[in-house]
Structure formats: structure tokens, C-alpha cells
């Protein structure tokens, strides 16, 4: 089992950037492929990233590509989402979460979840 704690969310304008952060304890963070989701006011649970347990394959959602970069310190026992060039659609609590399969978009292929961190970006 693995539990995951996000940080790093907050209020910034439009344009400006965040990065967060999950730290992860508990099982070997490295056994985990690691995905970064987000759920908008009034929407369902969206895929925003996903890296490979070594860190050398990532996968971003079109909106965010070129924006978002996903990453991961396999040392440090945590994964990053940094974000740049925020519009405020961007607007979500961002989850980070653990798949102990295979890398998938979908957030009921993973395991384990933080508690979420709140984004807001205003116009």
C-alpha cells in the first residue's frame, strides 16, 4: 500500500504557474506508474498526466500539452506537475494517484489516491 499527499496548490492569474507535488510513503514509490488528475466544479474526474515507474515515457491530455509537464524523483518518493501558462479552466482540485498495473488514462485503473489540492486561476 502506498499513501500520497499533495502540496502546492493555490490561487494564481491567468498565465502565471504552480507545480505541485505528491510525496509518497509506504510501499515502493518506484513500483508505481503515477498519474495527476482533476475534477472541475460540476465535472467528473479528468486525466491530466501520467509517467512510467522509471519516469522515461509521459502522457499528457491534449489541453495541457505543452503547458504541463509531469515528472518524478523515484529518490525523493515523489511525483511533480508543473504548470505553466494557467488559464483559469485550469480551475480543479488536482489528485494524484498510484496504478500498480499497467499506465492507463483512466482513473478507476488506479489505486491509490491523495486527498487532492485545490488550483484556482483567475481571469
Known amino acids: 500500500q502506498v499513501q500520497l499527499v499533495e502540496s502546492g496548490g493555490g490561487l494564481v492569474q491567468a498565465g502565471g504557474s504552480l507545480r505541485l507535488s505528491c510525496a509518497a510513503s509506504?510501499?515502493?514509490?518506484?513500483?508505481?506508474?503515477m498519474g495527476w488528475f482533476r475534477q472541475r466544479p460540476g465535472k467528473g474526474r479528468e486525466f491530466v498526466a501520467a509517467?512510467?515507474?522509471?519516469?522515461?515515457?509521459?502522457y499528457d491530455l491534449d489541453s495541457v500539452k505543452g503547458r504541463f509537464t509531469i515528472s518524478r524523483v523515484n529518490a525523493k518518493n515523489t511525483v511533480y506537475l508543473q504548470m505553466n501558462s494557467l488559464k483559469p479552466e485550469d480551475t480543479a482540485v488536482y489528485y494524484c494517484?498510484?496504478?500498480?498495473?499497467?499506465?492507463?488514462?483512466?482513473?478507476?485503473?488506479?489505486?491509490?489516491w491523495g486527498q487532492g489540492t485545490q488550483v484556482t486561476v483567475s481571469s
Open positions: 509517467i512510467t515507474r522509471s519516469g522515461g515515457h509521459t
Open positions: 494517484a498510484a496504478d500498480d498495473g499497467g499506465i492507463s488514462l483512466i482513473w478507476t485503473d488506479y489505486d491509490y
Open positions: 509506504g510501499r515502493t514509490f518506484s513500483s508505481y506508474v
